[in-house]
């Protein structure tokens, strides 16, 4: 089925970003859900979810620097969700292993 617009490389690149953040902030969310209760809202895991984005593409390739993107996003999860180092860290945990099944399911790589 076509896309109902012009369909260019770029187009198509911002299309699949678009549909990854979103499916992965749903699943940040429902990660924080879980450990946060209702206070977790889904506009905050949209901004948690490109902020690692963004941290994770800064600081990738070597062990030291993921283990400093991994600090830093856990301290954004911890600054965003107002919770401790221990239930942030449950938050990703929980958001890495819930992002790699639907990303399996769906055949695609999740922002986080």
Known sequence: MALPF??????LAILHFIIVWL?????????????VGKKA????????????AAIFSLFSGRLLFTLIALFLWLF????????GWAKA?????????????????L??????
């Open 6 to 11: 012009p369909t260019t490389p770029e187009t």
């Open 89 to 105: 860290s449950l938050i990703a945990f929980a958001a890495w292993i819930l992002g790699a099944i639907v990303g399996w399911l």
């Open 41 to 52: 809202s889904f506009v905050v895991s949209t901004v948690a979810a490109v902020v690692g």
């Open 23 to 35: 499916v992965s902030s749903f699943i940040l969310w429902l990660s924080a859900r879980i450990f």
């Open 76 to 83: 954004v999860l911890k600054s965003l969700f107002n919770v």
């Open 107 to 112: 055949g695609i790589q999740l922002v986080f």
